[in-house]
């Protein structure tokens, strides 16, 4: 989409301002890209947008006053995503803010020049985006969703409540999220201690979540991992989280706590301060409008991580969530 519908809220002054006062403005218009994740009619992805944008504002950067935002929404597609990159790239923007790996993907691919502050990118220097988190070096900065060493724990957490597991998929839409092949590896390195072995499900549609799903049930002791992904994000929690139970089987998510509001046995990722990203992420925009270059500020990691756990799901699936682990959680869903 275009800009206006979600940004109006930084545009109603400059109607009022005395003619000359806005020629000097327009003088020092500066041009911000925003390439989103998901859709804008969904709260949670909307939520963070304009979080951003309201940090912009507090920090001064007015849209239509003196600055222009042109914002694109991917909504889970990635030639849509990558179209809009292009498009973006051609308006010359000072800078631009990715959300997500694809986008970052796309938008570097199409300018090594134009400065780019990130957020919801998972370990940045094993995709080669940055030379390092504290020197990142190049056009590129901003903020990690977290490390693939993550994928051990979501792996552990499962052994927990279901100690018997032997076999625990992977599913994630390669095309929304090619970062979870690197994640995927990492998972598989990490598997043998448990004792488990990880079958990778590729999925590109509504039928080929069904369809792994089903091929699960079909073994005994087998479990789920979730890693975020935009794509089974979008309207299909609830289809995943009833597969899931309908074939008993535990699944956790890195990808949103709504996942377990949705019916899911677990959740373990940063989303508690995602909408912190997305301000702080405004912060790195300012600076660097300011003359900071992106390769001079350090790639921030997040510092909260928070596990959502469904009693209700785990009675569903005949499962016992040990003392241990009940005590970390942060949120129980009874």
């Keep these: 989409m275009k800009r206006r519908e979600l940004i109006t809220l930084l545009g109603g002054a400059a109607a009022a301002w005395p003619l000359a006062a806005r020629a000097q403005q327009s003088a020092r218009l500066r041009k911000i890209g925003v390439l989103a994740i998901g859709t804008e009619t969904n709260p949670a992805y909307h939520a963070n947008v304009t979080a951003f944008l309201e940090a912009l504002r507090d920090l001064g950067w007015m849209d239509g006053q ?19 990159a292009g498009e973006l790239v051609k ?20 300018t090594k020049s134009i400065p780019i502050v990130f957020v919801q990118v998972s370990d940045p220097v094993a995709q080669h985006f940055v030379a390092s988190l504290t020197r990142p070096g190049g056009n590129l900065t901003g903020f990690s969703a977290f490390e693939f060493s993550i994928g051990g724990k ?3 957490m499962l052994k927990q409540v279901a100690p018997a597991l032997a076999r625990v998929a992977v599913m994630f839409n390669p095309d929304t999220s090619p970062q979870n092949e690197y994640l995927l590896r990492a998972i598989e390195t990490d598997a043998s201690a448990f004792a488990v072995k990880i079958i990778a ?35 299909r929690e609830k289809l995943i989280t009833e597969l899931a139970i309908r074939y008993r089987l535990p699944a956790i998510s890195g990808n949103a706590a709504t996942f377990v509001q949705a019916g899911g046995l677990m959740y373990y990722g940063y989303q508690v301060g995602l909408i912190d990203q997305y301000r702080q992420a405004a ?16 790639v921030q990691l997040p510092t909260k991580f928070n596990l959502v756990i469904s009693l209700k799901t785990a009675k569903a699936l005949g499962l016992t969530i040990p003392p241990t682990l009940f005590a970390l959680a942060d949120e129980v869903i009874e």
């Design 283 to 298: 912060g790195y925009v300012d600076r660097i409008l300011k003359g900071a270059k992106p390769a001079d500020l350090p």
């Design 201 to 235: 499900a590729r999925i590109h549609s509504d039928a080929d979540i069904e369809a792994a799903l089903t091929s699960l049930a079909g073994e005994p002791n087998c479990g789920l991992i979730l890693p975020p992904d935009n794509y089974s994000s979008l309207s």
């Design 154 to 156: 979501w792996i552990e």
């Design 66 to 84: 003196n600055v222009r935002i042109d914002l694109r929404w991917g909504s889970g597609d990635a030639n849509l995503q990558k179209a809009f």
């Design 91 to 110: 308006l010359t923007p000072d800078m631009i803010l990715a959300a997500g790996t694809i986008n970052l993907t796309f938008l570097h691919e199409a």
